[in-house]
């Protein structure tokens, strides 16, 4: 069973950057697209990034398109979301996901990780 977890949220003041990382463990992480999502309080689940399993494709949310990238290494079993120019409206948890293979769903996640941006 494909497990995840994140790491590197944390407080952070606008305009700042900060590196979230997923560690994928159990099976073969290299075999999944990857994808990061987050969601503040009161509001829905949000799609942030998504990285095709090779690493060749990526794409995002409009709200986070020119400020936000996603990378993985599989040779570590990593997927990471490099922040940049952060606004207040980035505050929430952040997940790393596993797209299941053969399907447009997401079925694996982490636990999440929360990031928070003072203005």
């Known amino acids: 069973q494909l497990q995840l977890k994140e790491s590197g949220g944390g407080l952070v003041q606008a305009g700042g950057s900060l590196r979230l990382a997923c560690a994928a463990s159990?099976?073969?992480?290299?075999?999944?697209?990857g994808g990061w999502f987050r969601q503040a309080p009161g509001k829905e689940r949000e799609f942030v990034a998504g990285i095709s399993w090779t690493g060749t494709s990526t794409w995002y949310g409009d709200s986070v398109k020119g400020r936000f990238t996603i990378s993985r290494d599989n040779a570590k079993n990593l997927l990471y979301l490099q922040m940049g120019s952060l606004k207040p409206e980035d505050t929430a948890v952040y997940y790393c996901?596993?797209?299941?293979?053969?399907?447009?769903?997401?079925?694996?996640w982490g636990q999440g990780t929360q990031v928070t941006v003072s203005s």
């Open positions: 159990g099976l073969t992480f290299p075999s999944y697209n």
């Open positions: 996901a596993a797209q299941d293979i053969g399907s447009s769903r997401f079925g694996t």
